[in-house]
């Protein structure tokens, strides 16, 4: 063995034992969906030469392969490994309850004893006879029976007035004695070697993720219906919870919206070949073994449960959140042979103002990130034919500079309690649908479907059946109502036998021009307040050649405050005398 080995060997080496809960404090902490990543910081005092710090008290359910060493001062860090801290049960006896026990059963055979004596007294009571006593001394003989069941009555009393008050103690020592355990939760232990150049004074930052922690965006929506700008307040709120296992106490809170992944690499597309089959009778395909392969990493294998650690912030600045031991900057700790794990895709969105305290509950805590005031199209639909009902929607534009995260929403109109609504994920400047509920102040009336019968006379072959519907639509608002999309639809034959013309809206279905194109005619004005058109005529990716084709339009209304009108709608169904149509009266 080479001199200077063994002159390592005999160095000493100094052990220095810290706890997360008392000696290190939370510098920051940046939570994702899912995934917590905890920054500690600890300013222990080191010897000069070898140094090895055990950091206790983390949580179990700490990512191995995410710990990361990192601090300032003259030393450098040689190893890290990382392993668990055996867990005892919790403590079931004790001196003390051992005592009570005794004494329990002490007492209780002393009330035996003492339920005897009085059955005793009871039996010579009852086997008195009159021939053996004298008269003159009956007197006496029952005194001094009625003093001894006394004198028994009493002591058996105080001997269950102890039984209870022992039995009473015996349970709040069992009591004391479960809540005396080891905490499951924290049973992760540090092992950082260090050689230090001089006695000093270090901070060290340990950097771990954690699962068992998440947050979910959660929003309230304000929608006021007498405004025109600006008639949308949004309140984006996040609802955190975590169950660790340690307490998140005034620290430091940043948001996550990515999560950080593994496996970024572009896939491969692997070879795609064509051969003609041939089958094989009489054998058999075997498949073979993979190889086994050793997963290493910058050229070492990893051992089990170990972290690297290393310098991360080259530009010479202080781990965030952590405090200043020199006043001139002393240098960054070196690392010798380690590797950091990177943060992966990390992009911090919310930095939540001032200190944020998150005990390890499992409960949900609701910050607030932002209040903007967005606009809003508000939209009425409705299918009267189901149901006399008028939708409200608002078409909500992000034009804020955060993303929305898919969440909930609490929807109120007006100031009350409408709904709750899913919000779909939201860009800048993108826009989504806002489902805002009934609106009442809308009143539709599908009156009763009329039908007349036209039998097939000298001029006229076939059977026709004419269909008319109107729908009646108020609105009762103080204010105008700029877009109504009432839904309707006319039935489509299957048969060419049955021929369904609509007559009112007068809609064509699209036709190909002479160069084969197909065109969607334009809608039909109806009236300055009404246009019909085919469903889907008005999506930018709908299909020319299916519009119309399922029988489905709808009007496009507007009314003014206190407005109505009414809807017609007719066609007529063409066939042979005598046929008898399904579906005809749906």
Request: net charge neutral; with cysteine.
């Amino acid at each position: 063995m080479p001199p200077n080995a063994i002159a390592n060997a005999s160095r000493a080496v100094s052990e220095v034992c810290l706890s997360c809960q008392t000696d290190s404090k939370i510098a920051n902490v940046s939570l994702y969906t899912g995934l917590a990543e905890v920054t500690r910081v600890f300013e222990p005092k080191l010897k000069k030469g070898d140094n090895k710090v055990i950091v206790s008290g983390l949580p179990d359910v700490l990512v191995p392969d995410s710990l990361r060493v990192e601090g300032r001062g003259q030393c450098t860090i040689y190893e890290v490994s990382l392993s668990d801290i055996p867990s005892s049960g919790p403590m079931t006896t004790s001196d003390r309850l051992e005592d009570l026990i005794k004494q329990k059963i002490r007492l209780e055979k002393a009330l035996m004893r003492c339920h005897k004596a009085i059955a005793a007294v009871q039996s010579f009571q009852n086997s008195i006879a009159v021939r053996h006593v004298k008269a003159d001394e009956l007197a006496n003989l029952q005194r001094g029976i009625d003093a001894a069941a006394e004198e028994w009555d009493l002591k058996q009393l105080d001997l269950e007035e102890q039984i209870t008050e022992v039995t009473r103690d015996i349970e709040q020592e069992q009591v004391a004695l479960g809540e005396v355990k080891v905490d499951n939760k924290l049973r992760k232990r540090v092992y950082i070697t260090l050689v230090a150049d001089k006695e000093c004074d270090v901070e060290i930052v340990l950097k771990y993720a954690v699962s068992s922690a998440t947050w979910d965006p959660t929003y309230a929506i304000y929608v006021k219906m007498d405004t025109k700008e600006k008639a949308v307040k949004l309140i984006y709120k996040a609802a955190i919870s975590q169950n660790t296992g340690e307490s998140w106490n005034d620290i430091p809170l940043t948001l996550e919206t990515v999560t950080p992944t593994t496996g970024l690499n572009i896939p491969e597309l692997q070879p795609w070949t064509l051969s003609m089959y041939k089958p094989m009778y009489g054998k058999y395909l075997r498949k073979s073994a993979a190889a086994s392969s050793l997963n290493t990493f910058g050229g070492h294998s990893m051992r089990k449960e170990s972290a690297a650690s290393s310098d991360s912030e080259s530009d010479g600045g202080p781990p965030r959140g952590g405090g200043r031991l020199h006043s001139s900057r002393p240098p960054n700790i070196k690392a010798r042979g380690l590797t950091v794990t990177s943060k992966g895709d990390i992009n911090a969105t919310f930095s939540v103002p001032g200190l944020m305290t998150i005990p390890s509950d499992g409960a949900s805590h609701t910050v607030t990130i932002m209040e903007v005031y967005l606009d809003a199209a508000m939209s009425w639909v409705t299918v009267p034919k189901k149901s006399p009902k008028a939708h409200l929607t608002a078409k909500i534009k992000n034009d804020s500079e955060y993303t929305l995260l898919r969440g909930i929403a609490s929807i109120y109109v007006n100031g009350s309690f409408i709904s709750r609504s899913d919000i779909p994920t939201v860009s800048p400047q993108e826009s989504f649908d806002c489902p805002l509920g009934i609106d009442p102040a809308v009143r539709i009336t599908y009156h009763p479907r009329s039908k007349k019968v036209t039998q097939p006379s000298f001029t006229r072959r076939n059977s026709t059946y004419l269909f008319s519907q109107r729908i009646s639509i108020s609105n009762t608002k103080a204010t105008p109502i700029s877009y109504l999309k009432v839904r309707e639809q006319v039935p489509v034959s299957e048969d060419s036998n049955i021929t369904v013309n609509l007559t009112s809206p007068g809609l064509v279905l699209p036709q190909a021009n002479k160069k084969g194109v197909i065109i969607v005619p334009e809608p039909v004005k109806i009236s300055s307040q009404v246009v019909a058109r085919w469903e889907g005529a008005d999506e930018p990716e709908m299909d020319p050649g299916q519009v119309g084709k399922d029988g489905k339009f709808n009007w496009v209304c507007s009314l003014q405050a206190q407005g109505k009108l009414v809807l017609l709608l007719s066609w007529e169904v063409v066939c042979p005398p005598g046929t008898n149509i399904e579906g005809l009266d749906a």
